[in-house]
């Protein structure tokens, strides 16, 4: 039986220079329910000693439709002001671009703004990876490139990247960049395989973009599934980690690793614990058939 590559410990990100952890983790739900920042210090901790060094926050993590906007950023920031060395040990991933109540702002003004509250909130002089986090239909991208390569070239921001972008248009933005796009934050999961299919994630490897995957479970719905199809995907997940002593979640981390593209996974969980956990991701086996039944289910209908 042909078995896939296993994947690296680390990868390139994109052209940057930068070298990342194969799985990352992410902070969009730190904030909630009051999280204290010695608590937000004791994930950052253990995700770090876990083998993660990609972190991935957002300006607007925090909001709940009222309030709260900049909150999972600025708790990342008490954590490195309490503890400034910590800086140094991760590759700090943000984006911006969403300001409610209006749905996105990709303005010149907007995003020199949103960077410069984003370094103050986080406490740091430099994003590692910003990333537009939704697409500005009513922005140019000529003018989206301009202010990122500004933002670039003051020092403010390392590398650039998109997320939730259709492919023309993370085309657009990268063809007017003079510093070109490292990473496309899409969904992508066992039970979202839209990437996987419609060309995005070709189109990262023809740019060398890494494809950074949101929501890995389905927001947590792989690990609870309703739906006939959700649980036809999380069954073929089940026979492989059954078989090699892992969890269901596990399981959904590495097939997402053994794509091709180099598709890194961003843990959602705050539970200590299940940081770890997702590290075993590095030693799950996929076969070829294994691979591809997992992708069957989740089409619902059989390969032509
Ligand atoms: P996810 O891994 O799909 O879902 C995590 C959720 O599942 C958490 O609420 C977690 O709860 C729950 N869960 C239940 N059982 C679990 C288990 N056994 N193992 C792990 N988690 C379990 O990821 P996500 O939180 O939706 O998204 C991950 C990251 O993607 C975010 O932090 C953010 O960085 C990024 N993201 C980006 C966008 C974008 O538009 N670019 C959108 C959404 C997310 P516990 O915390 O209790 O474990």
């Known amino acids: 039986m042909t078995m896939l590559p296993p994947p690296p410990a680390t990868r390139p990100l994109g052209a940057s220079g930068l070298s990342v ?61 309490t503890e400034p060395g910590l800086r140094g040990r991760m590759v700090l991933a943000s984006k911006g671009g969403i300001m409610p109540p209006l749905p996105y ?3 010149a003004a907007y995003l020199n703004a949103a960077i410069e509250a984003s370094l103050k909130r986080l406490k740091t ?37 998109v997320s939730n972008f ?29 990437c996987i299919e419609n060309g995005e994630l070709d189109q990262a490897m023809m740019l060398g973009l890494t494809p950074l995957a949101w929501s890995p479970l389905g927001g947590g ?22 078989a ?29 614990e299940r940081i770890v956990e997702g590290m075993s991701a590095f030693g799950v086996k996929w076969s070829r058939t294994d691979w591809y039944a997992v992708l069957v289910a989740a089409r619902g209908v059989p390969l032509p």
């Open 21 to 81: 952890s194969s799985i990352a983790w992410g902070m969009w739900r730190m904030a909630e329910g009051g999280r204290t920042a010695t608590d937000a210090a004791r994930l950052v901790h253990t995700a770090l000693d876990a083998g993660t060094n990609l972190l991935d926050t957002a300006d607007i993590y925090g909001f709940d439709g009222a309030g709260g906007f900049g909150d999972a950023e600025a708790l990342l920031g008490d954590v490195l002001a």
């Open 105 to 107: 702002d990709q303005s």
């Open 125 to 161: 002089d430099v994003i590692d990876l910003w990333q537009v986090h939704r697409p500005d239909i009513l922005a140019h991208p000529q003018e989206v490139a301009r202010v990122l390569d500004d933002a670039v070239a003051a020092g403010k921001i390392r590398t650039l990247g």
């Open 166 to 194: 259709t492919i023309h248009q993370t085309a657009a933005l990268n063809q007017f960049l003079g510093h070109k796009l490292v990473s496309t934050q899409p969904e992508i999961s066992p039970l979202r395989i839209d």
């Open 221 to 242: 719905r792989l690990v609870n599934p309703e739906s006939a199809r959700d649980k036809a995907v999380a069954a073929e997940l089940d026979r492989v980690a059954l």
């Open 244 to 272: 090699q002593g892992v969890s269901r979640s596990v399981a959904a981390y590495s097939w997402l690793m053994a794509h091709p593209a180099g598709i890194i996974p961003i843990i959602g969980s705050q539970q200590a």
